[in-house]
């Protein structure tokens, strides 16, 4: 097990709970300056996490969250906020290419294979006027959120309360609370549900063959 910081820059900050000296595989890069990483309680688990970091940005987790295997990439001025008991599957990727916002509230569990950007890498110019039309925009996740496999989260997403989003959905708008959404775009294909971690038993076996 190993923490390993890689300082190129200043006024750096790294707090993590002392949990991370016998349990965590941890790796955080700083090319610039003025950037802190907050894990100030203990992870359920926190094995080949990478975190890459510009200037100026935040990156800061809740109790008992499982960050393995998860990419964070941060250039300037973002941020990157996770509630208690949030969970990644393995390979999960956010990155942020410009001074965005991404929010993970309490208790979302997020699958293998997820990518969140708040950015398209890229400028999209206007033909006529050669302005910039794609700026970066925020993602917002409310509390017990889950997101399916291989599933995008796209910027200026916001994803309500106890929803989840199909897997290889592609999310690039609003999802009301309590709503299942798939496809791509994304769409609401069910409301009023809610999910549980546990493989609960039907109450009803009727329709099973």
């Not at 910081?5 to 349990?23: C, M, R, S, T, Y």
């Not at 109790?63 to 599957?89: M, V």
């Not at 994803?159 to 989003?165: A, N």
């Amino acid at each position: 097990m190993s923490v390993e910081i890689v300082d190129k820059g200043k006024n750096n900050l790294v707090e993590l709970h002392p949990w991370f000296e016998k349990n965590g595989q941890i790796k955080i890069t700083f090319s610039g300056n003025n950037n802190r990483v907050v894990i100030a309680h203990p992870p359920i688990n926190c094995l080949h996490t990478i975190i890459e970091m510009g200037h100026d940005s935040l990156l800061q987790a809740g109790e008992a969250c499982n960050l393995s295997n998860s990419f964070f990439f941060c250039t300037k001025s973002c941020e990157i906020l996770i509630g208690s008991q949030a969970t990644f599957t393995s390979r999960a990727r956010l990155l942020m290419h410009e001074p965005s916002r991404i929010t993970i509230g309490d208790d979302c569990m997020i699958a293998a294979d997820v990518q969140l950007m708040t950015s398209d890498c890229h400028s999209i110019l206007d033909l006529t006027t050669r302005e910039r039309i794609n700026f970066a925009e925020n993602i917002d996740i409310g509390d017990h959120v889950w997101i399916g496999l291989q599933a995008m989260i796209l910027k200026g997403a916001k994803i309500g309360t106890g929803s989840v989003v199909g897997m290889r959905s592609v999310v690039t708008g609003t999802v009301p609370d309590h709503s299942l959404v798939a496809g791509c775009p994304a769409r609401v294909v069910r409301e009023n549900v809610d999910w549980d971690r546990r493989l609960l038993k039907t109450l009803n076996w009727s329709h099973v063959v």
